[in-house]
């Protein structure tokens, strides 16, 4: 991973037509789009992108076609989780990870895993990359949480670089802050908490929203790693009410919703997800106006 990765990332939705398969004309605009952003890297298959729903050809057409989009010019993170070890071991082994500068792994999911389980699944994993692991901490969705004490133990792992820290616990997010070794970089996975978590000290963000309004979400981000605080809030505080807004009704539903809106993509979601109602779209709508997003 380069080593100076910071700022703004972006969880990268996936578009899909209206017969459910990829948009791939839809996944260029918004792939362009991003890298002439300030957008600072992006995350592909992630949560955000509906992963579990793309079969392990969709997901590597996918990631080879944001590749090519993106010709090198910002850095690329790619999603590799589940929650049988052995099983993603073996994967991450045999998956192509050529122009990949690191891997993001969530949490497993279900299992429920002791912490003494969360450590050796996360070593497994950062013994099968070749590239450098991103750990992701959402127990919202994993029904786990990794807690600060096995992160910071992991952060000792040379392979393991970063943290995606997504608990929305700024207590246990502050003792890993605190507490990491030198050039353990800790991101945001809460768009609503990005601000107070760079003021904390961490490296920046991989977000939802950013799909959708990266310089204006991207500028945030930056101002409050270059100190400017005051700036920052003003952004933050004009961002809450659509920040809010769209993951009212779950993510991708409410960014998708959003894109829609922009002209980036359309709304649609892969089963068991349903797209946004008209309500969530209209009060997306009113919110687009009052920012003033420029329409694709």
Do not use: W
């Not at 969530?106 to 070593?123: M, S, V």
């Not at 013994?127 to 750990?135: E, F, Y």
């Not at 792992?157 to 997010?173: D, F, H, M, R, T």
């Amino acid at each position: 991973m380069n080593n100076t990765l910071s700022g703004l990332g972006v969880a990268m939705v996936t578009p899909f037509n209206e017969k459910g398969g990829i948009d791939f004309p839809a996944l260029q605009r918004l792939t362009e789009n991003l890298v002439n952003a300030a957008c600072d890297f992006l995350v592909v298959l992630g949560t955000t992108a509906e992963t579990p729903t793309l079969s392990e050809e969709e997901q590597r057409r996918v990631l080879d076609f944001i590749l090519e989009v993106n010709a090198k010019r910002k850095p690329v993170v790619v999603g590799l989780a589940g929650n049988n070890t052995a099983a993603l071991c073996k994967r991450i082994e045999s998956f192509d990870l050529s122009g990949v500068d690191a891997v993001l792994s969530a949490c497993p999911y279900y299992n429920k895993p002791t912490q003494a389980g969360l450590i050796a699944h996360f070593e497994a994993v950062a013994n099968a990359s070749s590239q450098p692991v991103i750990l992701y901490n959402v127990p919202s969705r994993t029904g786990c949480n990794l807690e600060a004490a096995s992160t910071l133990h992991l952060a000792n792992n040379p392979n393991i670089v970063a943290i995606k820290e997504a608990s929305g616990n700024l207590v246990q997010i502050d003792s890993i802050l605190l507490n990491r070794p030198s050039g353990f970089k800790v991101f945001s996975g809460d768009d609503a908490l990005t601000l107070a978590m760079i003021a904390s000290g961490a490296d920046g963000v991989i977000s939802v929203i950013g799909n959708a309004i990266p310089d204006i979400f991207g500028t945030m981000v930056h101002q409050s790693l270059f100190g400017q605080i005051n700036e920052a809030r003003a952004t933050h505080l004009s961002l809450t009410p659509i920040v809010e807004a769209i993951f009212k009704e779950g993510n991708p539903a409410g960014i998708k919703a959003m894109l829609e809106q922009i002209g980036i993509c359309e709304a649609h979601v892969r089963l068991p997800l349903v797209s946004a109602t008209p309500e969530l779209k209209k009060l997306i709508y009113a919110q687009i106006a009052e920012l003033n997003v420029t329409i694709a």
